[in-house]
Every structure is written in structure tokens, then in C-alpha cells.
């Protein structure tokens, strides 16, 4: 028998002495769980311990290692807290998915990347995306190591399982009914939306869903949509690569200043109401009946339903769509509830836009693959997805309060902003900081992050914009240790 390997017998992991060549020998002194918690997170990274398969029982594990129980558990706690394990009662311990690839960083550049060297383009993110570093803390980015395999296929299973040979042909470009119905009454249930499955059109995400309202408008003879400042460098470029002016409306601690947005005079507005990107903050109520009244008077609100899913500390703020379904363009996606490269997303628009919105999704690509989006609606309709959202929460309830925790510890002086939901925090720096300097010499330490000044088209105060989502404990504590040293070098 090849010893290296462990024995896999109807989906567990056979204990033993040798199971995995554990040697505790080799664990430093008061550092056991730490030395066990890595070698598992190894095997289950370079496959010797399957996704599916069941750790031994921590009593066993604990007895063959020679090892207190304590040792065992504390380190089948961390694994679970990282996303790689899941205690399932009288199942056991049960791997759920591998670590993300450690990335080999080459050796240290002399100058800062040239993702920094000038004002961000469209190809920034492309750049910052492929720029190698040992601590990534990209914001938008959720926990790509919890993606339901196992539901995944369990759904694509079913799914294949009655397919008739007809749905492998084109469909329908606003998408599968079978999709469009699953979110139909997931946004009823979840968003406080109201809609006819028939209203709902399939998109590959808010990226696409933005290109083809431009199209759109552009056609309805809008030509400019004001977005919010600080607001996304990417939905600004979106828009700009389509041609439309994009006049910034200052966001306060309220949200949308719609007085200012009123004094633009601008057609239509984009925004994210439910939990605004970069600051986290949500648009109040005084502020959504001002909005409301001003899309009653012949305003479109474009409503980009960001990170609406992940609320903690309070409950979701329902859609503006679901007041004004007249005058709000609505849409969303499943790339922060499960991932960016599925592509997937969905767009409303009043019914005078349908008709064109539905041309353009068909000259744009005949619609979305079909197989991807039955199995999202079987995730859906099972119940699947909800419970992997609730596990998602409690995870990133964990990460959040680790990076505030790191804040504090690392960066006293910083203030922390939008805690209460998402998948990052806007932290603003104290004194005259560089916050793009500041992120170009973070990345040359290996550490990866945004800097607020690329948000916003107006002054901002020096940030940075911190994913907590995908990034373990020890990992968010290492990067702001480490942000806090490039910080007080840079002073």
C-alpha cells in the first residue's frame, strides 16, 4: 500500500498511526493545534484529504497523535472558521472545500506595479486582478473557498437528470423560466419585490445588465446618469464605455445628497441604496422618500442591488424597486452569494424599457447558457442557496470583527465605516496620507488593496477599501499589521 495516501473507505478518511504521517514530534513547544491545523489545511489543499471526505473523530485523532482532544478540536475549530470543514453532528467533520492556491510572490520590485503608477484606466482592475501578493483584501470578492460543491453538483445532477434533449438548443435570451421564476420569488421573499417572472431578464451580472441600459437610454435619449461620489470606479467606467456622462452627487452619512442630485439635472441616477459602495452606509429613510419623489417627477433611478444579501448587525432595507417599480431600473446578481465567474445576474426595468432591453440582451449574446441557469434555479428552489447565505453570514460576521479587531489593534487612529452588512470596510487614515502611495507600497509588501482617492471623481480623505469576505482571521490580522508598517514607513 502507498502509505502516503489516506485511506479513503465509504467517504471517510481512515484513522491510524499513520494516518497523514503525522508526527507530533514535530509541533514547536505550546504549538500543537497551530502545526495540526496547518497539516490538514495542506492535504486538503493538495488533495490527500478529498473535499466530501469525513477528519477522524477528534477523540481518535487525539489518541493515536497522543495528544489532549483539546489539541484536535481547537485545530478542526480553525479549519471551520478558514471555510475548509463543517461539522455535521453524528456525520462528523466533513471537508467542504480546499484553501485558496497560495500565490508565489516574485521577487520585490524596486518601483511601485504600474497598477499605481498613474490615474486608474479601464484595464486597472485586469492589472490589480493579475498583480501577485501574498494577502489579497480585494473588496467585492466573498469567500470563494465556500462554494457549494457539493450542492452545486448535487443540483446539476437532478438537473441533467430530466433535461429533454430540446432545452440543449437556443432559448429564450431573457433567460431559462425556470431561472426566471426562482428569482422572481427570491426577490419577493428576500428583497420585497413583486414581479412577474415574464419582467425578469437574465444577464452575465451588473456589468452586463449596465452596457445593455445604456444601450437603452441612449435610445430614450438619456445620455447622462449621475452616479455617487464617493462611488465604483468600475460602474463609472461601465457607463463612460458606453457614452454616458457620469456627473458625481456626494454621499454623506445619510446616503445620496438628492438635493444635490436634484440641482444636477441630470435625467437619471445610479446607486446602491442597500449598502452604498465604498462607505457602507445606507440610504435613510428621509433620503429614499426625497428620491422617490423626484423619480415621480420624471427621474430613473438605476438600483444596483450591492451586497443587499449580507446583512448582520440589522435587517435588510427593502429594494427601492418594489415602491416605484415604474420609475427603478433594478438589478442583481449570485457573484457575492456564490461567485463572479458564474456570470449570472438579473435586470428589471419599467415596462416602457422592456421591449429594448430584451432586443439588446439578443444582439448582445442570444442569452446566457442555459445549463448554468437551471442549476442556479434547482439551488434556489431547493432551499440550498438560503442556507448557504446563513452560512456565509456567521462566516463573515467572524471576518468582519477580526478586521475590526486589526483596525483597532494596528491603526489606532483609523475610522472604521459600513460594518453593519457587506463584504468590506472603508477605513479613513488620519493626517496627510497618500492612500494610492500608500496601497502601491502595500503591494509591494504582498499585500493587496484599493485605495479610496480611485473611487471617488471629487477630493476624498485618504482611505482604503478592505475585502474581509475570503481572508481568514490570521490572515486580515498579518495584513494590517502590515499595512500599518508600510503606513508609519511612508510618515
Known amino acids: 500500500m502507498d502509505r502516503a495516501k489516506p485511506l479513503v473507505v465509504e467517504g471517510s478518511i481512515a484513522a491510524g498511526a499513520d494516518f497523514l504521517q503525522l508526527d507530533v514530534g514535530e509541533a514547536p513547544p505550546g504549538g500543537r493545534a497551530d502545526w495540526l491545523a496547518a497539516r490538514l489545511r495542506a492535504a486538503i489543499a493538495d488533495g490527500r484529504v478529498p473535499v466530501g471526505a469525513r477528519l477522524p473523530a477528534s477523540r481518535v485523532l487525539a489518541a493515536e497523535l497522543g495528544v489532549s482532544r483539546g489539541v484536535v478540536t481547537e485545530a478542526y475549530q480553525r479549519l471551520t472558521e478558514d471555510g475548509h470543514v463543517v461539522g455535521r453532528g453524528r456525520a462528523g467533520t466533513v471537508v467542504v472545500a480546499t484553501p485558496a492556491a497560495v500565490v508565489t510572490r516574485p521577487p520585490v520590485p524596486r518601483r511601485p506595479p504600474e497598477v499605481f503608477a498613474a490615474r486608474p484606466d479601464t484595464t486597472v482592475f485586469d492589472a490589480l486582478r493579475n498583480a501577485p501578493a501574498e494577502l489579497d483584501l480585494t473588496p467585492g470578492v466573498p469567500d470563494l473557498a465556500a462554494f457549494p460543491r457539493t450542492a452545486w453538483l448535487r443540483a446539476e445532477r437532478a438537473v441533467l437528470h430530466r433535461l ?37 431578464v437574465v444577464v452575465a451580472g451588473v456589468s452586463q445588465a449596465l452596457g445593455l441600459l445604456a444601450q437603452v437610454l441612449h435610445a430614450d435619449g438619456v445620455h447622462t446618469v449621475a452616479v455617487e461620489d464617493p462611488g465604483s470606479l468600475g460602474v463609472r467606467q461601465h457607463l463612460n464605455n458606453w457614452r454616458l456622462d457620469t456627473p458625481p452627487v456626494p454621499v454623506d452619512a445619510h446616503g445620496l445628497r438628492v438635493d444635490r442630485l436634484a440641482e444636477s439635472g441630470a ?225
Not at 438548443?169 to 423560466?177: L, N, R, V
Not at 509588501?445 to 480623505?461: A, E, M, Y
Request: proline share 9%; charged share 20%.
Open 164 to 200: 429533454t434533449p430540446a432545452a440543449f438548443g437556443y432559448g429564450d435570451p431573457t433567460g431559462t423560466p425556470a431561472l426566471r421564476l426562482a428569482v422572481a420569488t427570491w426577490l419577493a421573499r428576500y428583497r420585497g419585490i413583486r414581479v412577474d417572472p415574464a419582467e425578469v
Open 267 to 491: 435625467p437619471a441616477v445610479m446607486l446602491t441604496p442597500a449598502h452604498q459602495f465604498p462607505t457602507g452606509v445606507v440610504l435613510d429613510g428621509d433620503r429614499r422618500r426625497r428620491l422617490l419623489r423626484w423619480a415621480r417627477q420624471g427621474g430613473l433611478v438605476i438600483e444596483d442591488d450591492y451586497d443587499a444579501e449580507h446583512r448582520y448587525d440589522r435587517p435588510p432595507v427593502p429594494a427601492l424597486r418594489g415602491m416605484l417599480p415604474e420609475r427603478v431600473c433594478y438589478t442583481g446578481s449570485v457573484s457575492k452569494l456564490l461567485a463572479p465567474a458564474l456570470r449570472i445576474g438579473w435586470v428589471l426595468v419599467p415596462p416602457r424599457l422592456h421591449a429594448g432591453l430584451v432586443a439588446a440582451k439578443r444582439m448582445a449574446d442570444l442569452g446566457n447558457a442555459a445549463l448554468p441557469q437551471l442549476v442556479l434555479a434547482e439551488l434556489m428552489d431547493s432551499g440550498a442557496l438560503e442556507r448557504h447565505l446563513r452560512l456565509l453570514r456567521r462566516r463573515h460576521v467572524r471576518r468582519r470583527d477580526a478586521m475590526i479587531r486589526a483596525v483597532r489593534a494596528h491603526l489606532p487612529g483609523a475610522v472604521v465605516h459600513g460594518a453593519a452588512a457587506g463584504l468590506h470596510l472603508l477605513v479613513t487614515l488620519p493626517g496627510e496620507v497618500d492612500d494610492t502611495a500608500l496601497a502601491a507600497a502595500a503591494l509591494r509588501r504582498g499585500v493587496k488593496v484599493q485605495p479610496l482617492s480611485w473611487h471617488g471623481q471629487r477630493p476624498q480623505p485618504p482611505g482604503l477599501v478592505l475585502g474581509y469576505a475570503a481572508n481568514p482571521p490570521s490572515d486580515i490580522d498579518r495584513a494590517l499589521a502590515t499595512l500599518a508598517a508600510t503606513l508609519h514607513d511612508l510618515r
